[in-house]
């Protein structure tokens, strides 16, 4: 692949070294089922602030049915919401804010590259760029064959998890 700017060379992480697998990504993240965007964490560097995870998807990903009947392809939003799970997962295992939950702040600067389909494997890359009391914000890139198919800057921010079971009448 060439360089293309990338957050970290692909040399650097073997994807087949789990170093995290769902159940772990779980302590960290609260999505299930369908929502569930990462299978495996293949790298983490606290110094850099990198961490690299990935997803296997197949043809009974919730979107093949309907996007597009025929020639499904990977939306561009289920992309994003990878790379946010990714961010989440990194600044929720490394304890970098006092949060229970990390939720979507914003997106900016993203591009979709390349198509992705099921039996791809989708490869999140996130780099931390900065952290505050109530602000995260992180550079990731998505890869499937070498190739970036989707690029961009996601803020995340703590979720007042407490305020949001009050309203709905304490409900998990």
């Avoid at 289920?78 to 804010?97: D, N, P, V």
């Avoid at 390349?114 to 996130?126: E, K, L, S, Y």
């Avoid at 998505?142 to 079971?165: F, Q, S, Y």
């Amino acid at each position: 692949m060439p360089n293309k700017n990338l957050i970290i060379d692909p040399s650097e992480y073997d994807l087949n070294h789990v170093i995290a697998d769902i159940e772990e990504i779980r302590k960290c993240n609260c999505q299930r089922f369908e929502m569930e965007q990462l299978t495996a964490i293949v790298f983490e560097d606290p110094k850099r602030h990198i961490c690299v995870g990935y997803k296997d998807l197949t043809q009974d990903e919730f979107w093949v049915r309907g996007h597009m009947p025929g020639m499904p392809i990977m939306p561009g939003v289920i992309m994003c919401e990878a790379a946010a799970q990714l961010a989440s997962f990194y600044t929720q295992h490394q304890k970098l804010m006092d949060a229970e939950m990390m939720g979507f702040g914003g997106l900016e600067d993203v591009r979709f590259r390349g198509v992705v389909h099921p039996g791809d494997r989708f490869v999140v890359v996130g780099q931390l760029l900065k952290i505050r009391r109530a602000l995260m914000v992180s550079r990731f890139q998505c890869i499937v064959d070498d190739n970036i198919v989707c690029e961009g800057t996601i803020k995340g921010i703590p979720l007042p998890v407490e305020a949001i079971r009050e309203l709905q009448g304490g409900k998990d």
